[in-house]
C-alpha cells in the first residue's frame, strides 16, 4: 500500500509541475502577444492605408487626364463669357466632369465642387475651393519647345495648352495607430496634388 501512496504522491507531484510549467509557458505566450500586438496592428493598418493613398493618386491622375482630355478639346471663343459659377461655360462643365468623376471613384472626400462659384487667377486662369479641394483650370497655359532642324541652328515655339491641377486633401489612419509605438508620435494629413497637361485642339 505504501508503494502505491508514494508512486501516487509521484505521479500527483509531476502532474503539478506539468501543470505550473503550463502556466508559466501561457503567461509567456500572452506578454509576447501583447508586446506584437501593436506592431502588427501597425503593420496592417499602414500596409492598408498607404495602398489606399496609392490608389487615390492613381485615380486623381486619371481624373485630371480625363478633364484636361475634355477641356483641350473645348473652344476657346466663349472664354471671355463668364455664366452663373464666375467663369465661361466650358470651364464650368469640366468642373463639373472633376466633381462626377471623385463622386464616381468614392472618394472619402468628393469636394463638392459641383455647385462652386470660380475665383479668378488671370485671363484664362480659374480655381475652384470647396471642402479642402483646390480645382485649377487654365486654358492658356504656354508651352515652350524647341523644333530642332537638320541645321546647326533650332527654332522655338510656343503651344498653347489646357493644364487642370488638382489638390485633394488625404487623411492618413496610420496616424490613429502610431501612437501605440511611439508615445505622441503624428501623422498628419496631407495634399495630393495631380496634374494633367494636354494641347488646345480648337
Known sequence: MSGFASSFRVLLQTMKRFARRM???DG????????????????????YDFGAAF????????????AARIAASQPMNDLSNAVACGAPASVCEIR????????????DNNC???????SPIATLDWTFTS?????EINR???VSATLQDPLPSSSSY??????VTLTYPYQWQFGRVIGLLVTGANFSASAFSSQATMENLN
Do not use: M, W, Y
Not at 509567456?28 to 500596409?47: H, K, N, R, T, Y
Not at 463639373?96 to 472618394?107: C, E, P, S, Y
Not at 510656343?158 to 493644364?163: F, L, M, P, S, W
Open 112 to 118: 463638392q465642387l459641383a455647385g462652386v462659384t470660380a
Open 23 to 25: 502556466r508559466e509557458q
Open 158 to 163: 510656343t503651344i498653347e495648352a489646357t493644364q
Open 28 to 47: 509567456a505566450e500572452l506578454v509576447e502577444f501583447a508586446i506584437s500586438l501593436p506592431l502588427l496592428v501597425v503593420f496592417v493598418v499602414g500596409i
Open 55 to 66: 490608389t487615390l493618386k492613381q485615380k486623381l491622375g486619371n481624373i485630371t487626364l480625363e
Open 131 to 135: 471642402s479642402g479641394c483646390i480645382l
Open 140 to 142: 492658356g497655359f504656354l
Open 96 to 107: 463639373d466632369i472633376v466633381a462626377t468623376d471623385l463622386q464616381k471613384n468614392h472618394a
